[in-house]
């Protein structure tokens, strides 16, 4: 307003000086005034009218940039919308996606507080705008009061023209000379007057034109701070659009991210912070590791001291294979315990309830217990280790006829076995048949007669030993009348399906015709070698050394709870290490080396002592080892010839079903012939015909 009025009294004055000037040429003070007048208001039109288009054409900028910057907003008030929904779908992930959704979230209102100081800023511009309006319509109304003025002063100066011009023309003739001289005076007075008007003009001028250079000056630097201004919300709105743009692009990453995560359950390792606990880098060294040797990403879920061991807790990929990422590490114990600057690492476990990775390490090397702690905890002692194994084979006492003893080549399979016919063979009216089909190996330490000393001959002793049973079942004379104890080395991998098979129908069934049988094999994997865990719950289950490892990895299969699974873990790992400390403080050889079992019957189990090798040859005592087939082979006969004797005084000749030799039948009814008659087995379920002595089969 000031600026304007400023310009319009510059525009006055010289248009005032202008008309002066035009005036005082033609000596008429009257058209001098008319002059001034014309040009004041003249001058200060086209100031106004200058003004007016320029504070227009502001106003019309700034209208458009409004309309841009409101066009702006709508657009990041969408963006800022979308952003919001996005965050509301981040919200419903897992709990491990919390911390970041909360990040984004805080970035999403950082974003909405600039955009806010935008539209903020655009709102002063708009009320800027509105001001500069008001102002306008102000300004318009001064120029028509001002113009509304202007006329009736010049109206008056008509009106005095005139008067004077009347005046003049009535005084001329008497007062002519005096006139003249009056005029010549007042010309002379005016002129005077005129020149110091000239002079206060030129003085004005000069205010009004530093004014105006200082108004013009102000008005440049506004317009280029207008510039500048307008620059750097252009600046900053593409900076804002950008940087939304940018987050827009992140949260899809991150989005992509937590997909993934929710899918694989992790993509990148995780550190863990344990402050100054000194345990948080031993963690992320074995983090480190994984993801260096394996690609495949950790994350640390804590870790808890127990006595001597420092437990980790590992979470991995879904994708990956628990169980091969836990061989992984067990594989490289001794390099990880170098690594992680450990006395050793006690155990790797992958628990299939938790779907983690336990990792148990010890820092110090460990003071073993002693002997008298050890078997508190639960060991039994070796002196007693026959009487556990009889027991647990005895049905009699809830045990199973049927033992598989497991343990990898070199675990000591042939140290227990020796010792358990050692001591069977002190047991009275018992039979010990041994079948090794490796007989002459490096590691045959038997020292005993055997049934079967290849592949082929311990086939056909486990069908004898399969006959024994049919026939003691179905009340036949069989080729013993002692207690049978089959003890069959390599029974996995040198006996064909055929034998596991019969093995499976018999384990249990054995207990009613005086048998037991030992199962030997070198891998408790049950599945690999053609074994079902149903099956194997048929048996008194014997794992020695590593295979106990084996055995505790399949916790389900054998139907354990976790917290007998933990039980059983902590337990094995103090006897092992007793055992080895053992070893290691006496010098052991392999023969006398101290050994752990875990024989587990049903829901019990018990850790045993395995006693050191059996010295010398196995001989018989008041149990006998069979030496051959051939063996006691007359009193068989003798046997059969006494029965045969019997059914001819009986008249009742000798039936057995012809596809499995059982004796265990029921008549079904008659056939044409009436000297024949139709049978159906009670263990094989077929049926068959049999006239008088002689069986014809028929399916």
């Given at each position: 307003?000031?600026?304007?009025?400023?310009?319009?009294?510059?525009?006055?004055?010289?248009?005032?000086i202008?008309?002066?000037?035009?005036?005082?040429a033609?000596?008429n003070?009257?058209?001098t005034?008319?002059?001034?007048a014309?040009?004041?208001?003249?001058?200060?039109?086209?100031?106004?009218?200058?003004?007016?288009?320029?504070?227009?054409k502001?106003?019309?900028e700034?209208?458009?940039?409004?309309?841009?910057?409101?066009?702006?907003n709508?657009?990041?008030q969408?963006?800022?919308?979308?952003?919001?929904?996005?965050?509301k779908?981040?919200?419903?992930?897992?709990?491990t996606a919390?911390?970041?959704?909360?990040?984004?979230?805080?970035?999403?209102?950082?974003?909405?507080?600039?955009?806010?100081r935008?539209?903020?800023?655009?709102?002063?511009?708009?009320?800027?705008?509105?001001?500069?309006?008001?102002?306008?319509?102000?300004?318009?109304?001064?120029?028509?009061?001002?113009?509304?003025?202007?006329?009736?002063?010049?109206?008056t100066?008509?009106?005095?023209?005139?008067?004077?011009d009347?005046?003049?023309?009535?005084?001329?003739e008497?007062?002519?000379q005096e006139?003249?001289?009056?005029?010549?005076?007042?010309?002379?007075?005016?002129?005077?007057?005129?020149?110091n008007?000239?002079?206060?003009?030129?003085a004005?001028?000069?205010?009004?034109?530093?004014?105006?250079?200082?108004?013009?000056?102000?008005?440049l630097k506004?317009?280029?701070?207008?510039?500048?201004?307008k620059?750097?919300?252009?600046?900053?709105?593409?900076?804002?659009?950008?940087?939304?743009?940018?987050?827009?692009?992140?949260?899809?990453?991150?989005?992509?991210?937590l997909?993934?995560?929710?899918?694989e359950?992790?993509?990148?390792?995780?550190?863990?912070?344990?402050?100054l606990?000194?345990?948080?880098?031993?963690?992320?060294?074995?983090?480190?590791?994984?993801?260096?040797?394996?690609?495949?990403?950790?994350?640390?879920?804590?870790?808890?001291?127990a006595?001597?061991?420092?437990?980790?807790?590992?979470?991995?990929?879904?994708?990956?294979?628990?169980?091969?990422?836990?061989?992984?590490?067990?594989?490289?114990?001794?390099h990880l315990?170098?690594?992680l600057w450990?006395?050793?690492?006690?155990?790797?476990?992958?628990?299939?309830?938790?779907?983690?990775?336990?990792?148990?390490?010890?820092?110090?090397?460990?003071k073993?217990?002693?002997?008298?702690e050890?078997?508190?905890?639960?060991?039994?002692?070796a002196?007693?280790?026959?009487?556990?194994?009889?027991?647990?084979?005895d049905?009699?006492?809830?045990?199973?006829?049927t033992?598989?003893?497991?343990?990898a080549t070199?675990?000591?399979?042939?140290?227990?076995?020796?010792?358990?016919?050692?001591?069977?063979l002190t047991?009275?009216n018992?039979?010990?048949?041994?079948?090794?089909?490796?007989?002459?190996?490096?590691?045959?330490?038997?020292?005993?007669?055997?049934?079967?000393?290849?592949?082929?001959?311990?086939?056909?002793?486990?069908?004898?030993?399969?006959?024994?049973?049919?026939?003691?079942?179905?009340?036949?004379p069989?080729?013993?009348?002692?207690?049978?104890?089959?003890?069959?080395?390599?029974?996995?991998?040198?006996?064909?399906?055929?034998?596991?098979k019969?093995?499976t129908?018999?384990?249990?069934?054995?207990?009613?015709?005086?048998?037991?049988?030992?199962?030997?094999?070198?891998?408790?994997?049950?599945?690999?070698?053609?074994?079902?865990?149903?099956?194997?719950?048929?048996?008194?289950?014997?794992?020695?050394?590593?295979a106990?490892?084996?055995?505790?990895?399949?916790?389900k299969?054998?139907?354990?709870?976790?917290?007998?699974?933990?039980?059983?873990?902590?337990?094995?790992?103090?006897?092992?290490?007793?055992?080895?400390?053992?070893?290691?403080?006496q010098?052991?050889?392999?023969?006398?080396?101290?050994r752990?079992?875990l024989?587990?019957?049903?829901?019990?189990?018990?850790?045993?002592?395995?006693?050191?090798?059996?010295?010398?040859?196995?001989?018989?005592?008041?149990?006998?080892?069979?030496e051959?087939?051939?063996?006691?082979?007359?009193?068989?006969?003798?046997?059969?010839?006494?029965?045969?004797?019997?059914?001819?005084?009986?008249?009742?000749?000798?039936?057995?079903?012809?596809?499995?030799?059982s004796?265990?039948?029921?008549?079904?009814k008659?056939?044409?012939?009436?000297?024949?008659?139709?049978y159906?087995?009670?263990?094989?379920?077929?049926?068959?015909?049999?006239?008088?002595?002689?069986?014809?089969?028929?399916?």
């Open positions: 307003m000031v600026t304007k009025r400023i310009s319009l009294v510059t525009a006055t004055g010289l248009g005032l202008g008309g002066l000037l035009l005036g005082t033609n000596k003070l009257a058209y005034i008319g002059f001034s014309g040009g004041a208001l003249f001058g200060g039109g086209l100031v106004a009218f200058i003004y007016d288009t320029r504070l227009n502001v106003r019309n700034l209208e458009d940039y409004l309309s841009e910057l409101e066009k702006e709508s657009q990041l969408a963006l800022l919308k979308a952003a919001e929904n996005l965050k779908d981040i919200e419903t992930a897992k709990i919390i911390q970041n959704a909360n990040e984004l979230s805080k970035e999403l209102n950082r974003v909405k507080d600039l955009l806010q935008e539209i903020n800023q655009g709102k002063a511009l708009s009320d800027e705008n509105k001001r500069l309006l008001i102002r306008i319509n102000e300004l318009q109304s001064e120029c028509a009061e001002l113009s509304k003025l202007c006329q009736e002063k010049d109206a100066l008509i009106d005095y023209e005139k008067q004077f009347d005046q003049l023309a009535q005084e001329f008497n007062k002519k006139l003249i001289k009056q005029e010549v005076a007042k010309e002379f007075e005016l002129t005077q007057q005129a020149f008007a000239i002079d206060e003009m030129k004005l001028m000069e205010e009004f034109y530093e004014a105006h250079q200082t108004q013009r000056e102000y008005f506004t317009h280029d701070r207008y510039l500048e201004y620059e750097s919300l252009k600046a900053k709105n593409q900076q804002a659009y950008d940087e939304l743009a940018e987050l827009k692009d992140g949260l899809e990453l991150r989005v992509r991210m997909q993934q995560t929710i899918d359950g992790l993509i990148s390792p995780q550190h863990v912070n344990y402050g606990n000194p345990i948080g880098n031993k963690a992320n060294a074995l983090i480190d590791w994984i993801w260096n040797n394996h690609q495949i990403p950790l994350k640390g879920l804590g870790f808890s001291e006595e001597e061991l420092t437990i980790l807790g590992f979470e991995f990929p879904r994708s990956v294979d628990g169980q091969e990422l836990a061989q992984k590490i067990i594989e490289a114990k001794q315990a170098t690594l450990v006395h050793e690492i006690a155990s790797v476990i992958y628990d299939k309830v938790t779907e983690r990775l336990i990792v148990k390490y010890r820092q110090d090397k460990p073993p217990l002693n002997d008298d050890i078997y508190k905890l639960g060991l039994i002692r002196s007693q280790f026959g009487d556990r194994i009889f027991l647990h084979t049905h009699k006492s809830k045990g199973k006829p033992l598989r003893i497991m343990s070199g675990g000591g399979k042939g140290i227990a076995t020796k010792n358990i016919v050692a001591y069977f047991l009275d018992w039979e010990i048949w041994v079948s090794d089909p490796l007989h002459g190996s490096e590691e045959d330490y038997w020292h005993c007669p055997k049934v079967a000393t290849s592949p082929g001959e311990s086939s056909k002793a486990y069908s004898e030993f399969v006959k024994v049973h049919k026939d003691r079942q179905a009340k036949r069989a080729m013993t009348d002692k207690f049978v104890l089959g003890i069959f080395d390599e029974f996995d991998k040198q006996h064909d399906d055929d034998d596991k019969s093995a129908e018999i384990m249990t069934a054995i207990r009613h015709t005086k048998q037991r049988q030992i199962l030997i094999g070198q891998s408790g994997e049950v599945g690999e070698n053609r074994w079902t865990w149903d099956a194997m719950k048929n048996c008194s289950l014997l794992f020695i050394e590593d106990i490892a084996t055995a505790i990895k399949h916790d299969d054998l139907g354990w709870s976790l917290t007998k699974k933990r039980e059983i873990q902590r337990k094995y790992e103090k006897f092992a290490e007793w055992a080895a400390a053992k070893n290691e403080s010098n052991l050889s392999s023969e006398n080396a101290y752990i079992g024989i587990i019957v049903g829901d019990r189990y018990e850790f045993l002592e395995i006693p050191s090798a059996h010295k010398g040859i196995l001989r018989n005592g008041a149990g006998i080892i069979r051959s087939f051939t063996q006691n082979l007359e009193a068989s006969n003798r046997n059969l010839e006494v029965v045969q004797q019997a059914s001819i005084v009986n008249s009742s000749p000798e039936i057995e079903c012809p596809h499995c030799h004796g265990d039948f029921t008549r079904n008659s056939v044409k012939n009436p000297l024949m008659y139709r159906k087995c009670k263990s094989c379920h077929k049926t068959f015909i049999a006239p008088n002595n002689k069986i014809t089969s028929s399916n």
